[in-house]
């Protein structure tokens, strides 16, 4: 999995985010991401995400 993605932030609206952290969990790999300019974060567990719409 790559370190970097291209993902439109919904608070300042900059499209890259980094990994800030991986890991395996029962429900499969929780992922946080974070925004490069504004440090927005989200979770995402298997494709399920916290991010806003």
Do not use: Q
Not at 15 to 39: I, P, Q, Y
């Amino acid at each position: 999995m790559s370190l970097d993605r291209e993902y439109e932030c919904p608070e300042c609206g900059h499209d890259g985010f980094w990994k800030t952290a991986s890991m395996e969990v029962h429900l499969g790999t929780k992922t946080k991401w974070s925004c490069n300019e504004c440090g927005y974060g989200f979770i995402e567990i298997d494709g399920i995400s916290t991010a806003k719409a």
